[in-house]
C-alpha cells in the first residue's frame, strides 16, 4: 500500500487492515509520521510528535494482532493538548504548563488504548481551549488547511486541521462551546460534541466543568460513532458520567434513509449576521435530507440571542475557578525570586498565561464578585434554564434539527484578534448545546466560492446519539464524497 | 436590574488582584477597554425576566451518585511532586509564608 492509501482510511478499515494482515501497524503509523513531517511545517496543527514512542506503540499492537487486539487495534490516533496520555506532555498551548507531564491516562484515552490505539501526537488549540481561532497558542497559530491565510477555527483546530489534511485519521477534541463542531467545520471534518456525561472527563484538563465535553474529530460519521462507543459509559472518576450506552455504528443508518424523521430548522439559527453562502449550503443539505425522507418542520428557539451573554457569565465564571489551581506550586512554571506566596501566584500567572486566558480570568472573577454575582451569575444561570426549556420544547416538535454551526466559514488570520467580542460573537450557534448539555455534530455540507468548508450542525436531545449520527450518516452518503483541501495562500 | 447591574465599568486592576494576576499597565489599560465592551453586551441578560425561573447549574442529569467507601490506590507520592517546580523532603517548596 502507498503512503497515499494508508492516509485515506477510514478507522475501521485501518484496523481490519492490521488485523488480516494486510499490512502492520507499523507501516500504518510510518504513513501517518511522513505525512506529518511533510505536511504539518505548512499548517503546525501538531505540537508534540514522538515518533520513536509512536512506533513503540504501534509495534506493541504488530505483537498482540488477532481478533482479540481491539478494535483499534494499532490504529493512530491524535489527542488534543488539553487531555492527559501518561507520560507525555499536556501543556494546553500555554507557557505555564511548561515542562508537566502527565502522571496519568485521561479515561477517554485509557479507553481508546484498551481497544489498542496508538496515541500518535498532541495537537494545538486555544489556550486552555479558550478561543475560535487556535491563534490564542504559545506555539503560534495553526493554519487552515483549504487555505492558509484562514484560521482552522478553535478551538481543537489543531486536531481539526490534522483530520483535514489526512495527517491523522482521527483525533480526539473538546467542545465547552463548539471547540469541537466550528473547527470541523472550517476545515471540512466530522465533529461530534457528545451530551454532558457521555465521555468520561477525568483528565481533560478543565475550562468550564458544567459545559465541557470530549468529542472525536474524524473524515466520516461512523468512525465518530465508533470512537464514541469506544469512550462513552459511567466512569467511577467523573461522577457527571451517564451509564447509558451509547450506539454503535449501525451499516444500516445509511441505507434506511431518513423515512418518518422529523428534522427541525430553528428559525434563530437562519437570521440576520448568517453569510448567504452559509444558508445557502445548509439548506441544499436540508433539501438533501427531505429526499432521503426526512420531513422538514420549522422550529422556534426563542432565547437564542441571549445565548452568547449566558455563555460568557457562565464559562468564564467556572474558568476563573478552575484555572485557580495553576499558581506556581505544584506543577507547571514557576515565576523566579518572588518574597511571599501572592507575589508567586501574581507573576507566575501574569508569565504563564496569555491575553485571552487572562481577559476571560478576570471576566469570571468579576461576574462572581460580591455584588455582581445576582445580576451576572446566577441571571445567566436562569437564562441557561431558558434555553433549556427552548430546546425541551422544540424536540417536543421533530427528532433533530438541522442548523448551519456558524454564521460564517473560516476567519482571515488576525481578523478577530483584537476584537474579542467579535470572536465570541461567531460561537452563537454552537454554545446553545453546551448550555443545554445536548449532542451535535458537524458534518461537511458544501464549500464557498473561495473554496472555504461549511458545516452542517444536526442537533439531537440529550443521549439522542444514535438520531444525530443516522442523520448524518444518511446525508453524507447522500452527499457523496467531500472534496480534499488543496491548501494554498491566502 | 440591581443596582450593582448598573454601578458602572468593571474596575480590572482591583478584580485582576482578586484574580491573583499581575497586570502591566498596558495590559491593563487594554483589557479595561475590551471588557467594558464585552461586560456591556453581555449585560443584556438583563432585559429578561427571570423571577420566579429556576437557575441550571449543571446540565447533569445524575446526582448523589455514591461510590463504595473504599481504599484505593491513587497516585505515587514521588509521581505527584514529579511536576513540582521546586520540592525538598518529600513536599513542595514555596516561599516562606509565616515571619
Given at each position: 500500500m502507498n503512503r497515499e492509501a494508508f492516509q485515506c482510511l477510514d478507522l475501521r478499515s485501518a484496523a481490519a487492515g492490521v488485523v488480516s494482515g494486510d499490512f502492520t501497524s507499523r507501516e500504518l503509523v510510518e504513513a501517518m509520521l511522513a505525512g506529518i513531517i511533510e505536511r504539518?511545517?505548512?499548517?503546525?496543527?501538531?505540537?508534540?510528535?514522538d515518533a520513536d514512542d509512536a512506533l513503540r506503540q504501534a509495534d506493541a499492537a504488530d505483537a498482540r494482532r488477532?481478533?482479540?487486539?481491539?478494535?483499534?487495534?494499532g490504529v493512530p490516533v491524535a489527542v488534543k493538548d488539553v487531555l492527559n496520555v501518561a507520560?507525555?506532555?499536556?501543556?494546553?498551548?500555554?507557557?505555564?504548563?511548561?515542562g508537566y507531564r502527565a502522571p496519568y491516562d485521561a479515561t477517554a484515552v485509557a479507553r481508546l488504548r484498551r481497544e489498542?490505539?496508538?496515541?500518535?501526537g498532541r495537537t494545538n488549540m486555544d489556550e486552555f481551549a479558550m478561543?475560535?481561532?487556535?491563534?490564542?497558542s504559545v506555539h503560534g497559530p495553526t493554519l487552515n488547511p483549504?487555505?492558509?491565510?484562514r484560521v482552522p477555527g478553535g478551538s481543537s483546530g489543531g486536531s481539526a486541521a490534522a483530520v483535514a489534511s489526512r495527517e491523522a485519521l482521527a483525533a480526539l477534541g473538546s467542545d465547552t462551546g463548539g471547540s469541537v463542531r466550528q473547527p470541523a467545520s472550517f476545515c471540512g471534518c466530522v465533529g461530534l460534541k457528545p451530551?454532558?456525561?457521555?465521555?468520561?472527563?477525568?483528565?481533560l484538563t478543565a475550562y468550564a466543568s458544567s459545559l465541557d465535553q470530549i468529542g472525536p474529530l474524524t473524515t466520516n460519521v461512523r468512525d465518530a460513532a465508533l470512537l464514541l462507543n469506544i469512550m462513552s459509559g459511567r466512569d467511577?472518576?467523573?461522577?457527571?458520567?451517564?451509564p447509558d450506552p451509547a450506539p454503535c455504528a449501525d451499516d444500516g443508518w445509511a441505507a434506511a434513509g431518513l423515512k418518518g424523521m422529523k428534522l427541525g430548522l430553528p428559525r434563530e439559527y437562519f437570521g440576520?449576521?448568517?453569510d448567504p453562502e452559509v444558508a445557502w449550503a445548509v439548506r441544499a443539505a436540508a433539501d438533501a435530507c427531505a429526499a432521503l425522507g426526512a420531513e422538514l418542520v420549522e422550529v422556534a428557539l426563542p432565547h437564542t440571542e441571549y445565548a452568547i451573554a449566558a455563555y460568557y457569565i457562565i464559562a468564564t465564571a467556572e474558568a476563573s475557578a478552575n484555572l485557580a489551581?495553576?499558581?506556581?506550586?505544584?506543577?507547571g512554571r514557576r515565576a523566579d525570586g518572588a518574597s511571599d506566596p501572592y507575589d508567586l501566584y501574581t507573576r507566575t500567572r501574569a508569565e504563564g498565561f496569555g491575553a485571552e486566558v487572562k481577559r476571560r480570568i478576570i471576566l469570571g472573577t468579576y461576574v462572581l464578585s460580591s455584588g455582581y454575582y445576582e445580576a451576572y451569575y446566577r441571571s445567566a444561570q436562569k437564562v441557561r434554564t431558558l434555553i433549556r426549556r427552548d430546546f425541551e420544547r422544540a424536540f417536543g416538535q421533530c427528532d433533530a434539527m438541522l442548523a448551519?454551526?456558524?454564521?460564517?466559514a473560516a476567519y482571515r488570520l488576525g481578523e478577530t484578534t483584537d476584537d474579542p467580542l467579535k470572536m465570541y460573537l461567531g460561537d452563537i450557534l454552537t454554545v446553545t448545546a453546551n448550555l443545554a448539555g445536548i449532542c451535535g455534530l458537524s458534518v461537511p455540507c458544501g464549500l464557498t466560492d473561495d473554496g472555504l468548508p461549511v458545516g452542517l450542525q444536526v442537533l439531537g436531545p440529550f443521549l439522542g446519539e444514535e438520531r444525530v449520527l443516522r442523520v448524518g450518516a444518511a446525508y453524507e452518503t447522500a452527499r457523496g464524497p467531500f472534496p480534499e483541501p488543496h491548501g494554498g495562500a491566502a | 436590574m440591581t443596582e450593582a447591574n448598573e454601578s458602572?465599568?468593571?474596575?480590572v486592576a482591583y478584580v485582576a488582584r482578586l484574580a491573583r494576576l499581575a497586570l502591566t499597565p498596558e495590559e491593563a489599560e487594554t483589557f479595561q477597554r475590551q471588557l467594558d465592551h464585552i461586560v456591556g453586551y453581555v449585560r443584556?441578560?438583563?432585559?429578561?425576566?427571570?423571577?420566579g425561573v429556576e437557575p441550571t447549574a449543571?446540565?447533569?442529569?445524575?446526582?448523589?451518585v455514591f461510590r463504595p467507601d473504599e481504599a484505593r490506590h491513587g497516585i505515587e507520592h514521588d509521581v505527584a511532586l514529579g511536576n513540582a517546580p521546586r520540592s525538598a523532603d518529600g513536599q513542595f517548596l514555596v516561599p516562606r509564608i509565616v515571619e
Open positions: 504539518d511545517p505548512a499548517i503546525r496543527a501538531f505540537v508534540h510528535v488477532g481478533p482479540g487486539g481491539g478494535r483499534l487495534n507520560g507525555q506532555p499536556c501543556g494546553c498551548a500555554s507557557r505555564i504548563l511548561e489498542g490505539a496508538v496515541v500518535v478561543g475560535s481561532t487556535t491563534e490564542n483549504w487555505n492558509h491565510g451530551s454532558y456525561g457521555r465521555i468520561s472527563r477525568y483528565g467511577p472518576l467523573d461522577s457527571t458520567s451517564v440576520a449576521g448568517l489551581r495553576f499558581d506556581g506550586v505544584r506543577y448551519p454551526v456558524a454564521p460564517t | 458602572g465599568a468593571m474596575d443584556k441578560i438583563g432585559e429578561l425576566d427571570v423571577s449543571h446540565a447533569a442529569v445524575l446526582s448523589n
